[in-house]
Structure formats: C-alpha cells, structure tokens
C-alpha cells in the first residue's frame, strides 16, 4: 500500500513538471499570453511627417517594433492619419517662430494623457514638452492634441471657432499654435495603439518610445 502511494505521488509530480514550464509563475499560468507578450522587447515610433506643399495635409504615423531572438527588429504594426502643424500664412513652415510655425525637427520624449487638463487643450494629448528649433529659439509647451472639451467631450456648437469642438471642414481645425493637430477619432486611434504596448502618464526613454518629427 505504501508503495503504491509513493508511486502515486511520482506520477503527479512528474505530470504537473510536464504541464508547466520551468519557471512559470501562477500570473504566467493564468494568462499565458502575458509570457509570450513579454518574449522581446517592444519599441515605439510616432513619426511627424511634414508636408511642406499642403501642410494641413501632413501625416502622423504610428509603428511598433517587437526584438526578435536573433537581436533584429520586427515590425509588429503601422497605421497612418491626416495631422496638421502650424497656424497658418507664411509662417505656418518656419519652426523658430514661436505660436505660429510648425515644430522642429528631432527627436521628443513625451508623457501620453488620457485626460490632460489645461488652460486651452483639455483631453487626450501626447505632451512633447519643449524643443530648441535649429537656430536657437525655444518652442514651449508642446503637444499631439485635437479640439475637445474636458473628459474627451465635445462641447456644444456655438457659432464661431469653438477650442472645446472639433468643426473640421467647417473650420480648419487642423491649425494649431504651434503644436501638432489630429481629429478626435483620429487622436483615440493613436492613442489605442500606443496603450497596447505603453501606459499613459509615463515618460519612457527615447530608446523605448519617441515622437520623431522629420521634414
């Protein structure tokens, strides 16, 4: 009898070594896709590309890269959408001029909002912070926003250009001081991507994820 039991007890310990892997932990057998989520590194790239001849035209474009075993990077996703920059007339293309032109280019680190709440932006925004353009000026209080009112809402149709609502094509509302422009849609889209590999409220290093503006 006794040598049975201890038969039996081999026999379970060998069958539960089989069914989990060396060195799982319970949250691993819980949610196995969580193990092969975290299998390599995730990078992120928000790119700015400007368009010079319509620039209410330019493109925000959303990559995610996952490592593979060999060291290389792999594109995992991409998606694209209509994003504008600057004010409008002849300085919407000049970065050094502060309130008006487009945004330097370079390289940002952010912090990604789920509800930002300022004087002017309220809602989703990815806050680039501040850049020095190429001959010096400092450009301030930077972001990846769209017109929305405070919890993402859009606020009531008022006549005139409501900062709180977004009226595209009514009003061109992918004009900006400065900073880059997206519709409400369009802002939640890029947002969704980016939440599923970062948390908002972070600011991760440039070598993880970056905002890249280029000409």
């Not at 947002?191 to 905002?211: A, E, L």
Request: net charge positive; aromatic share 10%; with cysteine.
């Amino acid at each position: 009898m006794r040598r049975a039991l201890v038969l039996l007890v081999l026999v379970c310990l060998a069958l539960g070594t089989a069914s989990t892997p060396a060195g799982a932990s319970a949250a691993d057998r819980q949610h196995p896709r969580a193990t092969s989520a975290a299998a390599g590194a995730v990078r992120g790239l928000i790119t700015f590309d400007k368009n010079r001849q319509h620039p209410f035209r330019s493109r925000i474009i959303w990559r995610a890269f996952r490592q593979a075993g060999d060291g290389s990077w792999r594109l995992l996703e991409r998606a694209d959408w209509r994003a504008g920059s600057g004010f409008g007339g002849p300085d919407t293309t000049k970065e050094c001029v502060r309130g008006r032109g487009w945004l330097p280019d370079g390289a940002y680190s952010f912090v990604q909002y789920d509800d930002y709440w300022g004087d002017l932006i309220k809602g989703r925004t990815f806050f680039l912070g501040s850049k020095r353009c190429r001959h010096g000026t400092l450009r301030t209080e930077l972001f990846i926003h769209t017109e929305t009112g405070a919890g993402n809402h859009q606020c009531a149709n008022r006549p005139g250009d409501q900062i709180c609502r977004w009226e595209w094509p009514k009003v061109n509302d992918y004009r900006s001081g400065g900073c880059i422009k997206m519709s409400p849609g369009d802002l939640l889209a890029l947002t969704r991507h980016y939440h599923r590999w970062f948390r908002p409220g972070v600011r991760y290093p440039t070598s993880q994820v970056r905002v890249q503006v280029i000409p």
